[in-house]
C-alpha cells in the first residue's frame, strides 16, 4: 500500500462526455503527477502539480487538464472524450525538495477509464 | 528524443536469474527509477540510481552506466510473484519517462 487513492477504480463514458479523476497523495507529499497508461504499454507522463500550479507537461492535448487542491490532492479533467481516451490513468505522489528531481513516484492503483 | 528501450517480454525459470536491460537517452538525465507492476495494479517502486554501478536491494539489484545510457535489474532466486511487467523510466527533471515494460513470465 502505497497511501495514495483514486477514484473511481472504473468508469465507462460515452464519447463527447467530460470526465474527472480524483487523487488523494500520500500523507506529507506535496507533489502530483498524473500518467495515462494503454493496455501493454508504459505509463505516459501527463502534467505535474507542485503547490496548486501545474510544473511541466507531456505531449497531451488542452482538453486534459488538472487541479491540485491545498490538501495536495489532485483531479484530472477529461474534455470532449475520444475512443482513444481508454486507459489506465495513474497518479502518484512524491515530496519535492529542491529542485524537485530524484523524487521518489508512488503509485494509486488508478481508475480505469473506457469511452465508447 | 526521450527514447526508453527494453525488451518485451521475457521467460525464465522458478529460481534461476534473470537480467533485464534498458536503454535510455541520455540528455537531461537526472537518474534511473525501475518499477515493478502486477496486472491490474499500481506500479511499485523497486530502485533508483543515479550514480554509476550496482546497487543490492534484497534478490533485487540494479545497475547503471551513464556513460552507455544503460541500465539493468537483475532478479535472483526467481520466484513465481516475480511474474510482472517491469518498467524502467528515465528521470527528466522530476517527470518519468517510461518505456514499454518488460512482461516476465516465471515457470515452475
Known amino acids: 500500500e502505497t497511501g495514495v487513492t483514486q477514484s473511481p477504480t472504473h468508469l465507462i463514458k460515452t464519447r463527447g462526455q467530460q470526465v474527472t479523476l480524483r487523487c488523494s497523495s500520500q500523507s506529507g507529499h506535496n507533489t502530483v503527477s498524473w500518467y495515462q497508461q494503454a493496455l501493454g504499454q508504459g505509463p505516459q507522463f501527463i502534467f505535474q502539480y507542485y503547490r496548486e500550479e501545474e510544473n511541466g507537461r507531456g505531449n497531451f492535448p488542452p482538453r486534459f487538464s488538472g487541479l491540485q487542491f491545498p490538501n495536495y490532492s489532485s483531479e484530472l479533467n477529461v474534455n470532449a472524450l475520444e475512443l482513444d481516451d481508454s486507459a489506465l490513468y495513474l497518479c502518484?505522489?512524491?515530496?519535492?525538495?529542491?529542485?524537485?528531481?530524484?523524487?521518489?513516484?508512488?503509485f494509486g492503483a488508478g481508475t480505469r477509464l473506457s469511452v465508447l | 528524443g526521450q527514447n526508453i528501450d527494453q525488451p518485451t517480454e521475457m521467460t525464465a525459470t522458478e529460481g534461476a536469474i534473470v537480467q533485464i536491460n534498458c536503454t535510455y537517452q541520455?540528455?537531461?538525465?537526472?537518474?534511473l527509477f525501475w518499477y515493478q507492476q502486477h496486472a491490474g495494479e499500481a506500479p511499485t517502486f523497486l530502485s533508483y540510481n543515479v550514480l554509476d554501478g550496482l546497487e543490492e536491494k534484497g534478490r533485487f539489484s540494479s545497475f547503471l552506466s551513464r556513460s552507455k545510457g544503460y541500465s539493468y535489474l537483475l532478479l535472483k532466486e526467481l520466484q513465481m510473484k516475480d511474474s510482472a511487467s517491469y518498467l524502467c523510466?528515465?528521470?527528466?527533471?522530476?517527470?518519468?519517462?517510461f518505456g514499454q515494460g518488460t512482461e516476465l513470465s516465471v515457470k515452475p
Open positions: 502518484a505522489s512524491s515530496f519535492r525538495t529542491g529542485t524537485g528531481v530524484g523524487n521518489i513516484q508512488y
Open positions: 541520455t540528455s537531461g538525465f537526472n537518474g
Open positions: 523510466a528515465n528521470n527528466q527533471g522530476g517527470k518519468l519517462i
